[in-house]
C-alpha cells in the first residue's frame, strides 16, 4: 500500500471533548429493516426487527441513564420502514427533550411523510446517498449524477424552513475521485446544506489477521463485513483531506476525534466553512470549535451536534464576533471583505456556515487491536449496554466484539511495520 504522510496535524487541532458518559449524539435504532441494498453496510437487513414503542422508550432511558446528549440519530436499517417513526420522533422530542435526527435513505419520505415528522418535532435528516447503493432508477449512477437526487432532498426540507439538512456518502477509493466534485456541490448548496460527511469504507482483513468470538475462528462469509479484495487499499483521512485540497486549497479541519488506542489517529476530523452559494470565504479554526463546544455546554450543559439553519446562516455577524479571537474566523472575515469590496453585490447575499466531517472507522492495529473512535458519537443500546453502533452486529451475532490476530507470515503483514492508527485500516 503507498503510504501518504498526513497534511494534517492533530495537535494543532481542538480534540473534541466528547466522551462515553458526556456527548453530543445518541444512537437509536428502532429497527433493522431496510429498502435499500448498500454496498458499504455494516448492518444486516432484518425484516422482523422492529422494536416496540415501549422498547424504543427503554432504549431511551438507558441513553438518557448513561450519556448526557444534545440529539439523538434515529437510524436502523431506514427508520422511516418503522409504521411509529412518527411518534418516536415525538417522543424523542417532547419526552426527553432532545433533537431528533432522522438517518435515512429518503426512499420513503414523501411529502405527507415531512409533514408529519416536522408535526412531531424532527430537528434535522441525514440522507444518505453514494453511487455504492442499488437504488431504483439510480443504479449506475455516478456521484455527480446522483447530485440530482441529493438536491432534490435538500430543497424538500429547505422548503419545511428551520430543519437541519445533512448527506452522507460512503467513499470507496474508486468513488474518492468525486470527493471534490461533492465539496463544489455542498458549497454551491450551502444555503440548504448544512452539513457534509464522507465516511471511509471499511471491510474485514483477512489476509492479515485472523478474527475469533469466545476463543473459536470465525469463517470471514460468516460476517456481515466484507473482506478486503474489494478494500485492497483503503482510505485514510490523510489521503481524503490532501485530495480535497487539489481543488479547495483552504480546506481546513479544525477539530478532530482520536482513537481509543492511538490518540493521534484522526477517526472524526471537522472543519466548518464559510460561504454565500458563491464562494467559499474560509474555514474557522480550533478556537472556533473550542468555544462553541465548551461554551454550549457551560451554558446548556450540553455538547452540541446540531445547529438551527436561523443559526448557521447568521455567518456575516459570526464573522466579526469570532474572529476576535479565531486565526481562520479572522482570515475568513478578511476574504469575505476583500470580495465584497471587489463585488458589493455580495454584500446583500446571506453568509453560511457549513459543517464538512471525514470519518475514518475501525483500525486495526499491528498486534491487532481494535482502535475505535474515542468518545464516538454513535453509540448505541444493546442489551441495557451502550455499544459502538458500528459494531453492533457482532454483538447481536456473537455476544461479543469480534477480536483480530495477526495471520503469522501473512503477505499483507509487513506493511503495518511503523504504522500509526491513523495510517492503518
Known amino acids: 500500500m503507498q503510504l501518504h504522510q498526513s497534511p494534517v496535524d492533530p495537535t494543532t487541532m481542538f480534540r473534541m471533548p466528547w466522551s462515553l458518559t458526556d456527548n453530543v449524539l445518541g444512537w437509536l435504532e428502532p429497527t433493522k429493516k431496510c429498502n435499500l441494498t448498500c454496498e458499504g453496510c455494516y448492518s444486516r437487513n432484518d425484516p422482523n426487527s422492529e422494536k416496540s414503542l415501549d422498547q424504543v422508550r427503554s432504549d431511551l432511558d438507558i441513553f438518557t441513564s448513561k450519556r448526557k446528549v444534545d440529539s439523538i440519530s434515529i437510524a436502523g436499517g431506514d427508520p422511516l420502514t418503522h409504521p411509529d417513526i412518527v411518534e418516536i420522533v415525538r417522543m424523542v422530542r417532547h419526552d426527553y427533550g432532545l433533537k431528533p435526527i432522522v438517518n435515512t435513505n429518503g426512499i420513503?419520505?414523501?411529502?405527507?411523510?415531512?409533514?408529519?415528522?416536522?408535526?412531531?418535532g424532527v430537528a434535522g435528516f441525514t440522507f444518505h446517498i453514494d453511487s455504492g447503493q442499488?437504488?431504483?432508477?439510480?443504479h449506475g449512477k455516478n456521484e455527480i449524477e446522483l447530485c440530482e437526487l441529493r438536491e432534490h432532498y435538500a430543497q424538500m426540507i429547505a422548503d419545511v424552513g428551520n430543519i437541519g439538512c445533512a448527506f452522507n456518502m460512503t467513499v470507496y477509493r474508486h468513488t474518492a475521485r468525486f470527493v471534490p466534485d461533492l465539496m463544489d456541490w455542498a458549497a454551491t448548496n450551502i444555503h440548504r446544506v448544512h452539513t457534509m460527511v464522507f465516511i471511509l469504507f471499511r471491510t474485514m482483513r483477512s489476509e492479515e489477521f485472523d478474527?475469533?468470538?469466545h476463543g473459536k475462528k470465525i469463517a470471514r462469509d460468516d460476517s456481515v463485513y466484507l473482506d478486503q479484495e474489494l478494500n485492497a487499499e483503503p482510505l485514510t483521512t490523510p489521503e481524503v483531506v490532501e485530495l480535497i485540497r487539489t481543488r479547495e486549497p483552504?480546506?481546513?479541519p479544525a477539530a478532530y476525534l482520536g482513537g481509543t488506542v492511538d490518540p493521534a489517529s484522526l477517526k472524526w476530523t471537522i472543519g466548518a466553512r464559510f460561504g454565500d452559494g458563491e464562494r467559499i470565504h474560509g474555514y474557522v479554526?480550533?478556537?472556533f470549535m473550542e468555544f462553541v463546544q465548551n461554551g454550549h455546554h457551560l451554558f446548556t450543559g450540553r455538547y452540541l451536534a446540531y445547529s438551527k439553519p436561523s443559526v448557521t446562516?447568521?455567518?456575516r455577524a459570526m464573522l466579526p464576533v469570532f474572529g476576535l479571537f479565531d486565526k481562520g474566523v479572522r482570515k475568513s472575515a478578511g476574504r469575505w471583505l476583500g470580495s465584497s469590496l471587489t463585488h458589493p453585490t455580495r454584500l446583500a447575499r446571506t453568509v453560511h456556515l457549513q459543517s464538512v466531517l471525514i470519518i475514518q472507522p475501525i483500525d486495526h492495529m499491528p498486534d491487532g487491536q481494535t482502535n475505535m473512535c474515542d468518545g464516538c458519537p454513535d453509540i448505541t443500546v444493546h442489551d441495557g449496554e451502550l455499544v459502538w453502533s458500528c459494531r453492533l452486529d457482532e454483538k447481536v451475532q456473537w455476544g461479543c466484539f469480534v477480536h483480530a490476530v495477526p495471520r503469522e507470515g501473512a503477505a499483507g503483514t509487513p506493511q503495518f511495520k511503523g504504522r500509526s492508527a491513523a495510517k492503518a485500516v
Request: charged content about 25%.
Open 250 to 252: 483552504l480546506f481546513a
Open 211 to 213: 478474527y475469533y468470538a
Open 108 to 120: 420513503d419520505l414523501d411529502q405527507a411523510m415531512l409533514d408529519a415528522l416536522v408535526e412531531a
Open 285 to 287: 479554526g480550533p478556537r
Open 313 to 315: 446562516s447568521m455567518g
Open 134 to 138: 442499488k437504488r431504483k432508477g439510480w
